[in-house]
């Protein structure tokens, strides 16, 4: 007998019949609530271009870290997922074969939030009720295949039938917004914005990064020969993509939290030293924690939201690194400190309220300790959402319980998705949106919120507190 999936319409919610019903009519008033998506890594060409998706493996396999990294994990090579390999070493390019690889191991992701969401893609977004196995692999290969060639499954047409309402992907400094720039001019109503990723031209332990800091020089039309020039090529390129792309936030990578406040001279020398090509670990630390201050100074004038995600040992495998390049799923959690390494910046900007700081972070046991108290007192800083690995049902409601405490809920940004699957996006909202639900509810069951206030702050969760946050 075929297996079928069993998407239950009170999953997530409590398992108290009291507190579940509570649930039930939060979530009925957000359930189809446009979705904000402030943060992630979809590609703007596909919806400047429409062109038709290529194929499953394309769209559910190479560009998601969670299902390939959990394959790896599990002895299967990348090159058999056709993962591209940065010197052009062939790799599997039959697509049929690895849907099927996927397939027959589809059961390694049971219990995962992955589960979740890609159970949610099959069924909600293709119609199709039975389980992903060997058998059903062909079947689900040419179901999906299909579909992909219809107007209705187009990107666009897919934007709108999710009720996206403003979507954010993420570009390099270096980007010449070529993308943005054709959506802008295609009429379409959708909205789609960027956010300026300065990572390549403020770390210097970032690949090619003089050759990146030159770069930026010539197309920001600045000498970046000085620290006086280069911090005005950076000012011209977040206008940019401020006036192309519409962009209301920045996006920095950093490894660590540490941020720097020094003399304008010092910061200046040290800009020679980094940009010289023979910069020691020291040095780039100390210049990256200082953009991170110059950055938020140019925040207080643009009006641009800072996100920072530190807290990953990025690329973590190295073999991988060297074969694949970034983000092929081995960014490893790592302890943060917030309360030191913000002070400088925090000094500087923290009670400037024309600066919003959205502080994400992989180090769970900072949420109480350190982050909730940091964003319950300092007007600049708020909390983005639980962030990848805790971006699922445990992790979203360890996040509210450590968080809510001190900090409450409006120094909360509601929820991001962070991804490059596209397909995922309602999934994961939804997800975010049960969770929620659940958890206000039973603050009323326990007689600690009002009914009516768990309404509003449903709708505060689900949509208002990410568009107010953003600026969008």
């Given at each position: 007998?075929?297996?079928?999936f069993?998407?239950h ?19 009925a008033k ?12 979809t ?11 290529g ?16 394959l ?37 992701f049971r ?7 890609l159970?949610?893609a ?5 119609g199709?009720k039975?389980r992903?196995t ?10 999906i ?5 219809r107007?209705?499954?187009l ?20 980007d010449?917004?070529r993308?943005?720039r ?8 959708g909205r ?7 990572d390549?031209?403020?770390d210097?332990?970032?690949?090619n ?14 000498d970046?020969?000085?620290f ?8 011209n ?13 920045t996006d ?17 020398a040290?800009?020679?030293?980094v940009i ?6 020291a040095d ?11 950055m ?7 009006g641009?939201v800072?996100?920072?995600h ?6 973590h ?9 970034k983000d092929?799923g ?9 309360v ?5 910046l ?13 502080l994400?972070?992989?180090d769970?046991?900072?949420y109480s300790?350190?982050l ?11 909390l983005g959402?639980a ?7 445990e992790g ?5 319980e450590q ?5 409450g809920?409006?120094?909360?940004v509601?929820?991001?998705?962070d991804t490059?699957?596209?397909?995922s ?8 949106r049960?969770?929620d639900?659940?958890?206000?509810a039973r ?9 009516d ?5 449903a ?14």
């Amino acid at each position: 007998m075929t297996k079928q999936f069993s998407l239950h319409p009170d999953r997530l919610f409590p398992d108290a019949p009291a507190t579940k019903e509570i649930a039930r009519s939060l979530y009925a008033k957000v359930a189809d609530l446009p979705i904000i998506s402030p943060h992630g890594h979809t590609e703007p060409s596909w919806f400047a271009d429409n062109a038709p998706f290529g194929d499953p493996s394309s769209l559910f396999i190479v560009p998601d870290h969670y299902v390939h990294r959990m394959l790896y994990s599990q002895g299967i090579r990348l090159e058999s997922l056709g993962i591209p390999t940065i010197d052009g070493t062939e790799v599997e390019t039959d697509k049929r074969k690895i849907w099927r690889i996927f397939a027959e191991n589809f059961h390694l992701f049971r219990g995962t939030p992955s589960w979740l969401w890609l159970a949610h893609a099959f069924t909600e977004v293709f119609g199709i009720k039975e389980r992903l196995t060997a058998e059903s692999a062909d079947r689900y290969y040419d179901h999906i295949s299909e579909a992909l060639q219809r107007p209705e499954f187009l990107p666009r047409a897919l934007y709108e039938r999710f009720n996206i309402e403003v979507i954010a992907t993420t570009e390099s400094a270096l980007d010449d917004l070529r993308h943005h720039r054709k959506l802008s001019e295609s009429g379409w109503k959708g909205r789609v914005v960027s956010a300026f990723r300065p990572d390549a031209v403020v770390d210097p332990e970032f690949p090619n990064f003089s050759k990146n800091v030159a770069e930026l020089g010539r197309i920001a039309g600045s000498d970046v020969s000085s620290f006086a020039g280069y911090l005005a090529a950076l000012k011209n390129r977040r206008q940019y993509f401020k006036d192309v792309a519409g962009a209301t936030s920045t996006d920095h990578g950093h490894a660590t939290a540490r941020t720097e406040n020094l003399s304008d001279e010092d910061a200046a020398a040290l800009y020679q030293r980094v940009i010289s090509g023979a910069v020691s670990p020291a040095d780039a630390e100390t210049f990256r924690g200082q953009m991170l201050t110059e950055m938020a100074k140019m925040s207080v004038v643009d009006g641009l939201v800072m996100q920072i995600h530190p807290g990953a040992f990025r690329d973590h495998n190295q073999q991988i690194f060297a074969r694949y390049g970034k983000d092929k799923g081995a960014d490893i959690p790592k302890a943060t400190d917030y309360v030191n390494n913000l002070k400088p910046l925090l000094d500087r900007f923290g009670n400037d309220p024309r600066l919003t700081v959205i502080l994400f972070t992989l180090d769970e046991t900072s949420y109480s300790r350190e982050l909730a108290p940091l964003a319950g007192h300092y007007p600049a800083l708020r909390l983005g959402p639980a962030w990848w690995f805790h971006d699922s049902p445990e992790g979203i409601r360890r996040y509210r319980e450590q968080v809510t405490e001190t900090a409450g809920f409006y120094n909360t940004v509601g929820f991001n998705d962070d991804t490059r699957a596209f397909l995922s996006i309602p999934a994961r909202h939804d997800v975010a949106r049960r969770i929620d639900c659940g958890f206000l509810a039973r603050l009323v069951a326990e007689h600690r919120l009002e009914i009516d206030d768990a309404h509003e702050l449903a709708w505060e969760l689900a949509y208002n507190l990410a568009k107010t946050a953003y600026k969008l």
